[in-house]
């Protein structure tokens, strides 16, 4: 099973990953919670109460991966809106981030976490031994669904991939590109998705 998920009898997931593989995924998970930054009272009071009540931001991210991971629920559906129109997207938008929002980071965090933790088990399980198998039980495995589809927009932000379209040229870079690595990762995640999308159909 190298590179690729496979199903596990009764459900979960399981893939073979080597000790870079593993260092890859936690570093790119531990820059995604860097981004993504701490949950409501983890940088404030610790209040639960005052947590539970707390309004997230009304205004888009302007780090263009933070805009990709958490996008306008109302955009523009195509051509040029009447002034009025795009002004009342603007705020149905704003609304609906300022109660959403937190939320979606706090998700998106939870399944980081959660990766890094399942690699950190594994590294400790495999020491010295240059890999390990992972293996996933459903619920993890859709928490790393989650994280690797985050990872995978971050990286297409950072490369300008708007469109399926443009993955082609990434094919075409040549080696001395400095965005190569940025690439190959990009791809790779890709293939760590798909296969691992195909554990959990029916």
Same mark, same amino acid.
């Given at each position: 099973?190298?590179?690729?998920?496979? $199903?596990? $009898?009764?459900?979960?997931?399981?893939?073979? @990953?080597?000790?870079?593989?593993?260092?890859?995924?936690?570093?790119?998970?531990?820059?995604?919670?860097?981004?993504?930054?701490?949950?409501?009272?983890?940088?404030?009071?610790?209040?639960?109460?005052?947590?539970?009540?707390?309004?997230?931001?009304?205004?888009?991210?302007?780090?263009?991966?933070?805009?990709?991971? &958490?996008?306008?629920?109302?955009?523009?559906?195509?051509?040029?809106?009447?002034?009025?129109?795009?002004?009342?997207?603007?705020?149905?938008?704003?609304? &609906?981030?300022?109660?959403?929002?937190?939320?979606?980071?706090?998700?998106?965090?939870?399944?980081?976490?959660?990766?890094?933790?399942?690699?950190?088990? @594994?590294?400790?399980?495999?020491?010295?031994?240059?890999?390990?198998? @992972?293996?996933?039980? $459903? *619920?993890?495995?859709?928490?790393?669904?989650?994280?690797?589809? *985050?990872?995978?927009?971050?990286?297409?932000?950072?490369?300008?991939?708007?469109?399926?379209?443009?993955?082609?040229?990434?094919?075409?870079? $040549?080696?001395?590109?400095?965005?190569?690595?940025?690439?190959?990762?990009?791809?790779?995640?890709?293939?760590?998705?798909?296969?691992?999308?195909?554990?959990?159909?029916?």
């Amino acid at each position: 099973m190298p590179g690729q998920f496979e $199903p596990l $009898p009764g459900g979960g997931a399981a893939v073979a @990953l080597d000790d870079v593989e593993i260092s890859i995924i936690r570093s790119l998970a531990v820059q995604l919670l860097e981004l993504i930054g701490p949950g409501p009272g983890e940088d404030a009071s610790g209040d639960p109460l005052a947590d539970l009540f707390a309004e997230g931001p009304s205004e888009p991210p302007s780090d263009p991966v933070l805009k990709r991971l &958490f996008p306008d629920a109302y955009t523009d559906p195509g051509g040029t809106p009447e002034a009025a129109e795009a002004e009342e997207r603007r705020a149905h938008s704003a609304e &609906f981030r300022r109660f959403t929002e937190n939320d979606l980071r706090a998700g998106k965090r939870e399944n980081a976490l959660a990766v890094v933790r399942s690699l950190d088990a @594994l590294a400790s399980a495999s020491a010295g031994e240059g890999g390990a198998v @992972l293996k996933l039980a $459903p *619920d993890e495995s859709r928490q790393w669904l989650g994280t690797l589809n *985050d990872l995978r927009l971050a990286l297409g932000s950072r490369l300008d991939i708007a469109a399926e379209d443009d993955t082609d040229l990434l094919y075409r870079l $040549p080696d001395q590109d400095p965005r190569k690595p940025m690439v190959m990762a990009y791809l790779w995640l890709g293939g760590l998705q798909e296969t691992l999308v195909s554990t959990l159909m029916p």
